[in-house]
């Protein structure tokens, strides 16, 4: 097993279930500078140097293997050449799935029965699915005030499942010392799974394009991405790293903000924050927030917020012109897409890639406006 290293002041420990530095920091692992470019990737485990597990079954092993789409009719709109790294095809929608098939399956290998997650939603339906996979028992946290329909989304796998009143992020830290281990979104086993999202897209484009955006909330996957990126470069797989952009919605938005002033630090939304289309990136809080300044900032990045207009209006776009379906929180990333263009950052000859995180068919659509209502007679005339 790899050492877990915290990236903020250096120290090390060895691997156990250990979360958190002394610093405060979340850790993670520390892979072998070797690493190989797979003959084919149909799931994330084609890239199992870089993962502390190897051993999957039942759901685990589909998690990752995601399209990357070419979506030109999208470069208009954007300002630049667009690619789409589709993580709805992921076996619960969302690449929420690669860090929970990495951890479940690390978690058996070390004896564990069960699994315990904090989540808003799609980490939840992730883990309970794959514990119920795996024949594991699954402990979900959620926030009291989670939508009605997305408790029944994680209802559905049947998990021991609470819904805690009081402050969110209070209980993501509290969880820690629960029974089982909880594996919540910026843990170190689940950051390892996630880094195979962009490990995929960097293989699947054949290189680094220009850059890369990906939606944040805890910062979770932002920190996998950037650790991919630094591995794989380290391993001499990767000949120049992306910029990285990482983009929140404006109503919620604490490392946009630190990032804005210059701060090293995160300060959390005192209030909670506002109300967003983008539920599931909303955290006043994020864990990993310091991570995410550190991965723009070493990476020639940015973080960047974006409206609900702007969002909703991405959100469309990817329908109308590229046929993709992805929830609020995923079309972000095509947003931040568009400011970055408008602002003269990236610029019309530029790849990049957005990473749609999460599928659209669970959230209600807009109402229909353009529905011709007619009689079978009515409908010759209209040819
Ligand atoms: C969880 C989630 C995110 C944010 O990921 P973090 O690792 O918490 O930063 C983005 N989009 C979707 C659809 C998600 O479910
Ligand atoms: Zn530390």
Redo the contacts with the bound molecule.
């Keep these: 097993m790899p050492d877990l290293v915290c990236d903020a002041c250096g120290n090390t420990y060895p691997a156990g279930d250990r979360q958190h530095c002394d610093c405060g920091e979340t850790l993670w692992y520390e892979l072998a500078t070797d690493f190989a470019w797979p003959a084919e990737s149909g799931s994330l485990w084609a890239y199992g140097d870089l993962l502390p597990a190897s051993d999957p079954v039942g759901i685990e092993r589909a998690a990752g293997g995601t399209p990357l789409v070419r979506a030109p009719r999208l470069d208009d709109y954007a300002g630049c050449r667009i690619r789409v790294k589709d ?1 709805s095809a992921n076996p619960t929608g ?3 799935d690669r ?1 929970t098939a990495v951890a479940t399956a690390a978690l058996r290998e070390r004896g564990a029965d069960a699994i315990g997650t904090v ?5 939840a339906m992730s883990t309970a699915a794959h514990a119920a996979s795996a024949g594991m028992d699954a402990v979900v946290l959620v926030p009291d005030d989670i939508p009605e329909e997305r408790l029944g989304h994680i209802a559905r796998y049947d998990p021991e499942l609470y819904a805690v009143s009081g402050d969110y992020g209070r209980l993501y830290e509290a969880s820690f010392s629960l029974a089982p281990t909880f594996v919540n ?2 843990s170190p086993l ?2 390892a799974g ?1 880094k195979t999202t962009v490990a995929e897209l960097l293989h699947q484009f054949d290189g680094a394009p220009d850059a890369v955006v ?11 991405t950037w650790k991919a990126v630094r591995e794989l470069h380290a391993a001499g797989a990767l000949d120049s790293v992306p910029e990285l952009h990482f983009v929140q919605a404006a109503a919620c938005d604490p490392i946009a903000r630190a990032y804005r002033n210059g701060d090293d630090t995160v300060t959390p939304v005192a209030d909670g924050g506002g109300e967003t289309v ?1 539920y ?2 909303a ?1 006043a809080n ?1 864990p ?1 927030g310091n991570r ?1 300044l550190r991965a723009a900032r070493d990476t020639g990045g940015s973080v960047l917020s974006v409206d609900d207009d702007a969002i909703r209006d991405a959100q469309r776009a990817l329908a109308t012109h590229a046929g993709l379906a ?2 609020a ?2 079309a ?1 990333s095509l947003a931040a897409v568009r400011e970055l263009t408008a602002e003269g950052r990236l610029d019309a000859s530029d790849d990049v890639a957005v990473v749609a ?3 659209g068919f669970r959230e209600r659509p807009p109402t229909p406006d353009t529905v011709h209502r007619v009689t079978q007679g009515e409908l010759r005339e209209q040819f």
């Design positions: 993580e969302s690449f929420k860090g989540s808003h939603g799609n980490m979104s910026d689940r950051v996630q990906v939606p944040v909330s805890s910062g979770g996957h932002a920190s996998g983008a599931s990136i955290n994020p990993s995410v992805v929830e929180a995923s972000t995180t999460g599928t």
